[in-house]
Every structure is written in structure tokens, then in C-alpha cells.
T-cell receptor, first 114, second 109 residues
Framework: EAGVTQFPSHSVIEKGQTVTLRCDPISGHDNLYWYRRVMGKEIKFLLHFVKESKQDESGMPNNRFLAERTGGTYSTLKVQPAELEDSGVYFC????????????FGPGTRLTVL | KNEVEQSPQNLTAQEGEFITINCSYSVGISALHWLQQHPGGGIVSLFMLSSGKKKHGRLIATINIQEKHSSLHITASHPRDSAVYICAVPNFGNEKLTFGTGTRLTIIP
């Protein structure tokens, strides 16, 4: 069975440009989480989908970030316009819909904003 | 103060040594995760545990819920164990994770 996949693996863009990250969760996993690791800091929660609904988006840094999960399958995270401080590694994780379930992480997308 | 504290932040050891990484947390939890991140790589879930001890190969994870403390042990360490080890705890209700800062482990041949 395929694990969580993310695309692209790396993205280098200039400040002010737009980037869209994609996450494909494990099939059947209703929970989907986005996390981010900024250089030198711990990984931080961004938001949580249950199927296509945003359950918790308290970690989204500002309105330049837009996450979607149309149809409750894959999710996209768009950053528009990108700023230097958005650089980091963006991780996606998925889990089954019940408590205490292990989250499976994707390989991450390394975003560099120049 | 971070809700999840790890120690040490960096650890260098010789191949074969017994390794211990500690994690303390200040919030009530349902379970605790130990994760591994290799340089340039993604994150791999090593353990999720809510009580007692779990073992997988040379890795052992223990947790003491009353003391809000968990340890990750590596026996007969090997250079391929070099990675960042991260503990993470979920929030009740939605299971979003709060992460420790990680422990960078380097095993020297």
C-alpha cells in the first residue's frame, strides 16, 4: 500500500510568487494534517482536515496560506504571495478517523523563498 | 516554555553505545509519538505508545504517564541510526501534534 506522498519534493521560488504544495494521504485516511518546520525551530501544526472539512486551522500563519481538500482525498496548500519567512519543510500526515491513531507522515516539501 | 521538552539537543556517540533520548511534556495526553527524520528526508513514525514499553528491533520506547516522561533507547547503535529523533504529543479531541525540538543523534563508526 502506498504511503503518504507529497509533491513537489523541493521548490525554490522568489518572494512574491505563488507556490502550491500537494499531499496525497493514505487511501481511506479521513484525517489529514499539515505541519511545517522552519529552520532551527520545532515542527508546528498548521491545520487539520477531517475528510473535506477544516477541523482546525489555528496554526495557519496568515491569510497568505490557503488549504483545500476538495472531495476529501488529496489536499493542496497554496502560499500566495510567498515571503522569505515561509521557507521551511512542509509535512503532511494522515490517519484513520478515530482517536489514538498513528499519523503517517509524507516525505515533506522543502520550500525555499529567495 | 515549550509543552514538549527533549534532551539532549545533540548527542554524539561511538558505534555500539547504548543511547537514551528523553522527552518530558506538560500537557495531558492520550499517547506519545516518537519520530525519526533522516538528513534531507521525511519523517518516519517509530512508535506510538500510551503506557509501558514498546520494542522494535534495537529501538525501545518507554513512557511514564504519571511523571509525564518518555524515553527512547537504542541498543548497539550504528551509524545508520544517525538522524533527528522527535517526540510529539497529541491534543485531546483532534490529535494534532505538538512537537519537541528534536535530538540530533550522530553515531561515529
Amino acid at each position: 500500500e502506498a504511503g503518504v506522498t507529497q509533491f513537489p519534493s523541493h521548490s525554490v521560488i522568489e518572494k512574491g510568487q505563488t507556490v502550491t504544495l500537494r499531499c496525497d494521504p493514505i487511501s481511506g485516511h479521513d484525517n489529514l494534517y499539515w505541519y511545517r518546520r522552519v529552520m532551527g525551530k520545532e515542527i508546528k501544526f498548521l491545520l487539520h482536515f477531517v475528510k473535506e472539512s477544516k477541523q482546525d486551522e489555528s496554526g495557519m500563519p496568515n491569510n497568505r496560506f490557503l488549504a483545500e481538500r476538495t472531495g476529501g482525498t488529496y489536499s493542496t496548500l497554496k502560499v500566495q504571495p510567498a515571503e522569505l519567512e515561509d521557507s521551511g519543510v512542509y509535512f503532511c500526515a494522515s490517519s484513520q478517523l478515530s482517536s489514538y491513531n498513528e499519523q503517517f507522515f509524507g516525505p515533506g516539501t522543502r520550500l525555499t523563498v529567495l | 516554555k515549550n509543552e514538549v521538552e527533549q534532551s539532549p539537543q545533540n548527542l554524539t556517540a561511538q558505534e555500539g553505545e547504548f543511547i537514551t533520548i528523553n522527552c518530558s511534556y506538560s500537557v495531558g495526553i492520550s499517547a506519545l509519538h516518537w519520530l525519526q527524520q533522516h538528513p534531507g528526508g521525511g519523517i518516519v513514525s517509530l512508535f506510538m505508545l500510551s503506557s509501558g514499553k514498546k520494542k522494535h528491533g534495537r529501538l525501545i520506547a518507554t513512557i511514564n504517564i504519571q511523571e509525564k516522561h518518555s524515553s527512547l533507547h537504542i541498543t548497539a547503535s550504528h551509524p545508520r541510526d544517525s538522524a533527528v529523533y522527535i517526540c510529539a504529543v497529541p491534543n485531546f479531541g483532534n490529535e494534532k501534534l505538538t512537537f519537541g525540538t528534536g535530538t540530533r543523534l550522530t553515531i561515529i563508526p
